[in-house]
């Protein structure tokens, strides 16, 4: 597990975030890199988790894109490594957009969220 960042926008949806890759822009969207087992069912889960349907990709809320993710972290800060990445099909509404590209981690007990 490290920390990383990819070239986009992240916006807020209310409960969760959404992200929209851009390359060509200044602008990062953060994120931890995970280590996935090499068990395509876990990938699966994955999907279904976040809404991606392979089959139907224009109808899911998410996609799973293969993309470029630079770490920021630890003795290989700078490292560059391929990773899957859900983002928004199509772009939010400007004002949604997160400033920074770091979505809040809500605490147990404020809005919307049940304590633990």
Do not use: H, N
């Not at 996935?36 to 279904?48: E, F, G, V, W």
């Not at 293969?66 to 509404?93: E, M, Q």
């Amino acid at each position: 597990m490290c920390e990383g960042y990819v070239r986009g926008r992240l916006y807020d949806l209310g409960e969760y975030p959404c992200a929209v890759l851009d390359s060509d822009c200044e602008d990062r969207v953060f994120g931890t890199l995970y280590r996935l087992p090499d068990d395509p069912s876990i990938l699966r889960m994955l999907d279904a988790f976040e809404g991606f349907d392979e089959g139907a990709p224009d109808q899911s809320e998410f996609v799973r894109v293969l993309c470029v993710v630079t770490l920021k972290s630890g003795t290989v800060s700078g490292t560059i490594r391929d990773a899957w990445v859900y983002v928004c099909p199509r772009t939010p509404k400007p004002e949604r957009l997160v400033p920074g590209g770091k979505f809040p981690r809500k605490q147990a007990g404020q809005e919307g969220e049940k304590p633990k």
